[in-house]
């Protein structure tokens, strides 16, 4: 898998609104990756210019990623 199937792979789960999915793409991740995503996530709910079904799996990623693991 090449670095561009990779990168559509990892934001089609994060953007999924599938909890488990999020949360194993996102455990793929080193600790400054994570951020990035996260500013990615705060931006995409912030800006305008994103599909509304966009805007929604942006925020629910970022819900449930800055709401900590399950449990």
Do not use: C, Y
């Amino acid at each position: 898998m090449n670095e561009t199937e990779f990168l559509d792979k990892f934001w089609e789960a994060i953007l999924s609104e599938d909890p488990d999915r999020i949360q194993r793409a996102w455990s793929t991740l080193s600790r400054s990756d994570q951020q990035a995503v996260l500013a990615h996530l705060e931006a995409m709910s912030d800006q305008e210019g994103w599909q509304p079904a966009q805007l929604q799996a942006a925020r629910a990623a970022l819900h449930l990623l800055q709401s900590g693991p399950p449990g």
